[in-house]
């Protein structure tokens, strides 16, 4: 019988422990909310609920509600955010996620249409086939452009942009569990947070990056 699986929760959460009472507290708070909704992923058979408490777990992170249209202001926040931590990533962590383990993996996401909100849009009527299409073709132009110059910061950005469509169909019932209409940008974008998610919580304990802002929600007791 095979050994289970251990996840990185335990070597983070012990970490977190050792040096919590040094960290600024809005900082702790983060990671402490990421850590829990990481160790909630782990235990997580399915991929469907691993990626939704995945996703939680970053947004606990990144502590910024991100609209549903991804305004412009919240992908500025977004960027800066992914900005702070590449500065702050010297062992290059996030890079070596984005260039050696999943590249492949996001030129499929890029071009997969079922993740690109604009392609909702049209099946609801919103937009027409030809903007739609149009708005795709850009999309991946600047998608291959960002990827051709290794712009490490431009395709989380668009990967994160995907996901959060991925996201909002599991999120507000617009998938059906464990359906196999999905299966592959699922797998894909589990297998993708399952590797960032610990990544950047540890560039957050182990490099203690001045984030712009306070947790949405702050402890009241």
């Known amino acids: 019988m095979m050994a289970e699986e251990i996840g990185p929760y335990p070597l983070l959460k012990d970490r977190h422990r050792e040096i919590r009472d040094n960290l600024p507290q809005n900082l702790s708070l983060r990671i402490h909310r990421a850590l829990s909704w990481l160790n909630c992923a782990e235990q997580k058979e399915?991929?469907?609920?691993?990626?939704?408490?995945?996703w939680i777990s970053f947004n606990a992170a990144y502590a910024h509600e991100i609209l549903?249209?991804?305004?412009?202001?919240?992908?500025?926040?977004?960027?800066?955010?992914?900005?702070?931590?590449?500065?702050?990533?010297?062992?290059?962590?996030l890079y070596n996620i984005?260039?050696?383990?999943?590249?492949?993996?996001?030129?499929?996401?890029?071009?997969?249409?079922?993740?690109?909100?604009?392609f909702w849009d049209f099946q609801n009527e919103k937009i027409t086939e030809e903007e739609w299409q149009i708005l795709f073709q850009n999309s991946k132009d600047a998608s291959n452009r960002a990827m051709g110059h290794m712009d490490t910061?431009?395709?989380l950005a668009i990967?994160?942009?995907?996901?959060?469509?991925?996201?909002?169909?599991?999120?507000?019932?617009?998938a059906t569990w464990n359906s196999a209409i999905n299966r592959d940008?699922?797998?894909?974008?589990?297998?993708?947070?399952?590797?960032?998610?610990?990544?950047?919580?540890?560039?957050?304990?182990?490099?203690?990056?001045?984030?712009?802002?306070?947790?949405?929600?702050?402890?009241v007791q």
């Open 68 to 93: 549903n249209r991804w305004e412009f202001n919240e992908r500025q926040v977004l960027s800066n955010f992914l900005q702070i931590l590449l500065d702050a990533d010297d062992e290059k962590a």
């Open 98 to 118: 984005v260039w050696n383990e999943f590249s492949n993996s996001i030129r499929l996401l890029i071009n997969n249409q079922y993740v690109y909100q604009q």
């Open 46 to 54: 399915d991929n469907d609920s691993k990626f939704i408490f995945l």
């Open 153 to 155: 910061e431009k395709a």
């Open 185 to 219: 940008q699922i797998r894909d974008g589990t297998k993708f947070m399952n590797q960032i998610v610990p990544a950047i919580i540890s560039i957050m304990l182990n490099k203690k990056p001045k984030l712009i802002g306070s947790p949405c929600y702050p402890v």
């Open 159 to 174: 990967v994160f942009e995907r996901l959060y469509t991925l996201r909002n169909q599991l999120i507000h019932g617009g």
